[in-house]
């Protein structure tokens, strides 16, 4: 399983905390802990996890589509760790507040 406290703290660096091959590859980390998943939403937040990574994969990155998507999976995020009853469940809560700030975060001007 991933790190919580790594993804929570490159998420709070930032969009530039990480690279995209570093992002793609957390990611997939995440899928597959998902998919191991049991819980209701799982298999949905795995799902829009690759459309995460397909995203960030383009040619050229829809930045609005990015933020909505991590939003999203925030909200998802924070929804699952009330349904989760192992020892992580304040991480994974805190994993999906800290995607739904960075979703809430202005974009560096350019």
Do not use: C, H, Y
């Not at 703290?9 to 980390?29: Q, R």
């Amino acid at each position: 399983m991933p790190q919580f406290a790594a993804t929570i703290n490159k998420i709070g660096g930032g969009v530039k905390a990480f690279t995209i091959s570093a992002a793609v590859k957390n990611i997939e980390g995440w899928e597959t802990a998902l998919s191991d998943m049991d819980t209701s939403g799982a298999k949905g937040m795995a799902r829009d996890l690759g459309r995460l990574k397909k995203l960030l994969q383009a040619e050229e990155i829809d930045g609005e589509a990015v933020k909505e998507l991590i939003g999203k999976l925030g909200e998802a995020t924070v929804k699952l760790a009330g349904k989760a009853e192992s020892k992580n469940a304040e991480k994974v809560k805190q994993l999906g507040e800290a995607l739904t700030a960075a979703a809430r975060q202005e974009a560096p001007a350019a």
